[in-house]
T-cell receptor, first 114, second 111 residues
């Protein structure tokens, strides 16, 4: 089955700096890669996703890049703010859309220091 | 808010007992997926229901079972509870091939 590895497990940055979280996946058939943000005690919330026919996607301060050859994808957050502090999860699925089962990474605890 | 509601929010059980967790999907969604999230880990796929039929299952034993009702709400049942079953159980609803919308979860503690 699919295996997703996520690094780093913790990340601390100063407000205004950039943060980068990286994930690798094992199954070359995976073609949908969402990122979720989970605040303490809250539900995971989709913040951005990318499909295999796209190499990069950006939404305001958040961007995701995908390298299918190397089987890795990354989340980039620019101009970080304290409210960005949360656990971030990457995920991968085999199938055309997010309705397929997701395999999640272990998560990255991001702390943005004021 | 996603419109996905789960109950109960917290519960405590002892080893060997059985538990039923409930999920009401967002209006218009016909697919429900269940995930187990142990403390400090990512969610793990348990199974998915589409139009009242199981439509995919993760690496969980048969004592994890589920149901989906005609109104697309769903139940997760776990028999013979073990200590390692302590986790946050997340329900997510979607259209069959659509974005997942998670509920707030049911936190189960097994003593």
């Amino acid at each position: 089955g699919e295996n997703v590895e996520q690094h780093p497990s913790t990340l601390s940055v100063q407000e205004g700096d950039s943060a980068v979280i990286k994930c690798t996946y094992s199954d070359s058939a995976s073609n949908y890669f969402p990122w979720y943000k989970q605040e303490l005690g809250k539900r995971p919330q989709l913040i951005i996703d990318i499909r295999s026919n796209v190499g990069e996607k950006k939404d305001q301060r958040i961007a995701v890049t995908l390298n299918k050859t190397a089987k890795h994808f990354s989340l980039h957050i620019t101009e970080t703010q304290p409210e960005d502090s949360a656990v971030y999860f990457c995920a991968a699925s085999i199938g055309e859309t997010s309705g397929s089962r997701l395999t999640f990474g272990e998560g990255t605890q991001l702390t943005v220091n004021p | 808010e996603t419109g996905v509601t789960q109950s109960p929010t917290h519960l405590i059980k002892t080893r060997g007992q059985q538990v039923t967790l409930r999920c009401s999907s967002q209006s218009g969604h016909n697919t429900v997926s269940w995930y187990q999230q142990a403390l400090g880990q990512g969610p793990q796929f348990i199974f998915q229901y589409y139009r009242e039929e199981e439509n995919g299952r993760g690496n969980f034993p048969p004592r994890f079972s589920g149901l989906q009702f005609p109104n697309y709400s769903s139940e997760l049942n776990v028999n013979a509870l073990e200590l390692d079953d302590s986790a946050l159980y997340l329900c997510a609803s979607s259209l069959q091939y659509g974005e997942l919308f998670f509920g707030e979860g049911s936190r189960l503690t097994v003593l």
